[in-house]
């Protein structure tokens, strides 16, 4: 470092890739830094790293926490779980009443509401914030999402607006809301990224089993793509990856890598967390379920050999078949991206977050691993609306998905009849033709449960619960068991409903 401040402004603990890289970006900013891993490696490496910048590393907790001007301004990057709680535990002897400790790591939300709340009561101010864009996005401008302690998130303000990334000059942070709001933001970004990240390797094996594309047609055609609508950040390192060899041959590096696809976890939390609110996302749940499925490697081989023959080449035109492969990929990040939004209004109704949908689109249009050109519609939709119920409402949407929505139908149906597995296409799909029935076959759902459980129904243009006896009484033992059998049955009668 150039010259010893006598106290830096923020502190960082975790001095891993994400860790350091963040640290550089706010000294980068003109701010005095320090940084503190227990390995005197993270800290040697992060010495090397700032040469010339007001950055000094600590392997020691307490000259580290003393080192920072009160009150005092420190981030945690450690992997998440039971390492923030040890962490916080150790900080909590150094710290001071007033200081701030914010968790920027993909903490589980009710992890955060916890810690908030303990930590309020010994005076200090928590808050928990997502931070997207991997390593380059955390030394170049990540999107960040920040919740909790408001007061706190001002005095942090000036700091995270200098380091976010930009678009059309606006910094990608924004103070999402109370208790956990930041975070959970951020597991739904993540679930969006499961969700797409599922569609772009399906619309790979449509290129490859499907359309009999070779590494360097489907690297073209991503690139062209990227060039359109689809321009987003998976698709565009997609692209790379289809021009990337192994090193010393002339094969691509893909090629040599397993089909078992590891997650850390954020993608099944957002699926726990729609199915806790009631709220449809399949998308999501197929990319979480196919990123399981994917570890079945050998029972995979077994099946395989079992039920044959493989999944044979698309019919029809090829040509027409790959633009229609770009409408379907195009239609269901559209429908990845509604789920995600329809989830957040719901959970911020339950959770009291109060998220602002049109906030939250503007700060991923930038920095994050979800960006992409559609989320300006996106932001615009909720700007212009701030009541919109949900994503497919919006015109411009509409119009958009409509023209998309025939070479959805005819690749998920290509891909059907050719024995291929789509599921995140089939799910985007199907949960867009369900949604826009007024009419589901759902009324056969409440019959069966009444039948068998004496569960209730609802009637059209009737207040109230009723319940039938379905079968004439004592009929079937095991009907009378399941139904509880009235003393009088009638076909259709009002009840209360069951607890
Ligand atoms: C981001 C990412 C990141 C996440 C990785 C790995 O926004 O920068 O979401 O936070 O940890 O993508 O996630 P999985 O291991 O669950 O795939």
Redesign the pocket.
Known sequence: MSETPTKYSFGMIGLGTMGRNLLLNIADHGFAVAGYDKSQKQVDLLREESEGKAVEGFSDPEAFVQSIATPRAIMMLVPAGPIVDAVIVEMQQYLSPGDILIDGG?SHFTDTERRATSLEKVGLHFFGM?????EE?ARFG??MMPGGDREAYKVMQPVFEAIAAKVDGAPCVAYMGPGAAGHYV?MV??GI??GL?ELIAETYGVMKNGLGMDNEAIRQTFTKWNEGRLQCYLVDITKDIFAYKAPDTDHLLLDDIRDE???????KWTSQSAMDVALPIPTIDNAVSM?DLSKFKALREQLAALYLPVASPLSGDKEELLRQLEEALYFSMVVTYAQGMHLLASASKDLKYDLQLATIAKIWRGG???RSVFLNDIFNAFEQNKELEHLLLDPNVQKQVTSVLPGARTVVGAAVAAGMAVPAFSASLSYFEALRTARLPSNLIQAQRDYFGAHTYELIGHEGVFHTQWTPKHEDATFKKGAQVEEEPQSQQPVTPNK
């Open positions: 993909n997502g931070v997207s864009g991997g996005g990540p999107s951020k970004h993540n990224e499961y990240m696809a590891r997650s850390k976890g954020t993608g990123r994050c691993i979800i």
